[in-house]
């Protein structure tokens, strides 16, 4: 490491060369006393997920450089567009969702040239181990808490990812299925690192844009048990957890209309291939279609807002492995 036992924190800023603004990132980084593995946490992937933001902002108050081996890149707020505008999921200078556009690109819109600075010119030049992405259930969005570990097919890497995903004690794990031989286009920074070999997870606590402390200091927690099972805190993890509930990803249920959402459904509700989870009603109360499971599963997530269009995500759910 080129500095030990000590702090930093700065305003990283880029310049998108099309319009000249500036694409801000709030960075912190905590070095340890000691030589070790460099962990980058981010924060902020989404504009509304403020409990992944506040657990990454208090990891960096809390951590005491000298009780830490190696160095902790956190990035308190990724989509900083997004928070400033209250706009959820997406980046507001050109509508993109933030958490597929990687690794961007430097002649792309707003949110690509983001990208390609994060991945690039911060995670890319920090030389990191491993990374966890932090995520806390957007504006209209209800969330159980749940840990997603890719799967890439690379045994070492993978049971990395799975120690990690276990460490967190977070009781829904759900496995991401990837191939890093077929992986092109933009996707999220933590499928993009996972199939470069980098263990990575994207962790989930909180839910509808809610800054509740008790979800962030789960993400807190987390964390800090990842880097006691990485060997960058000395002490045992904390273990909560009796017994994990394994799922295989599938994918969301989307509108294919506009009009008003009305679920029917509970959070971790295991459902039926065709059950009823919603429906969704035209501005005078006519029932416009259901909404049904599309296969057996769990849901993690659905839309806990009544405005719905084409497109929106109304209920997540995955298999039960």
């Known amino acids: 490491m080129e500095k030990y036992n000590c702090k930093e924190h700065a305003m990283r800023e880029f310049t998108y060369r099309k319009s000249g603004e500036l694409i801000r990132f709030p960075v912190g980084v905590v070095y340890g006393a000691k030589d070790g593995p460099t962990l980058a946490v981010v924060g902020g992937t989404h504009g509304g997920e403020f409990c992944g933001m506040q657990a990454a902002i208090d990891l960096y108050n809390h951590l005491d450089p000298a009780k830490v081996t190696g160095k902790v890149v956190i990035v308190m707020i990724y989509n900083f567009p997004g928070f400033l505008s209250n706009v959820p999921f997406v980046v507001p200078q050109d509508g993109k969702n933030s958490g597929g556009t990687f690794p961007g690109s430097l002649n792309g819109t707003f949110s690509e040239v983001m990208s390609y600075n994060m991945y690039h010119n911060i995670l890319g030049q920090e030389s990191i181990d491993f990374m966890i992405e932090l995520h806390g259930g957007d504006t209209p969005e209800a969330l159980t808490p749940f840990v997603l570990a890719p799967q890439i097919g690379d045994k070492a890497t993978g049971d990395k990812i799975m120690t990690m995903a276990e460490a967190y004690d977070i009781p829904i794990i759900i496995h991401g299925p990837m191939d890093p031989n077929n992986f092109e286009g933009p996707s999220a920074c933590f499928a993009k690192l996972a199939c470069s070999g980098i263990p990575t997870i994207l962790t989930e606590s909180g839910q509808q844009g809610i800054l509740n402390l008790d979800d962030a200091k789960v993400h807190e927690e987390g964390i800090l048990n990842v880097m006691k099972k990485m060997g960058m805190l000395e002490g045992e993890p904390t273990k909560k957890v009796k017994q994990f509930t394994h799922l295989e990803s599938y994918d969301s249920i989307w509108s294919q209309v ?26 005078f109360g006519k029932k416009i279609m259901d909404i049904n499971a599309p296969v057996d599963g769990m849901i993690v997530a659905y839309r806990s807002s009544p405005s719905v269009g084409v497109g929106n995500m109304v209920v997540e759910l995955h298999y039960i492995l």
């Open 258 to 283: 506009t009009g008003m959402w009305y679920p029917q459904c509970q959070l971790s509700q295991v459902v039926k291939k065709g059950e009823k989870v919603g429906e969704i009603r035209d501005y």
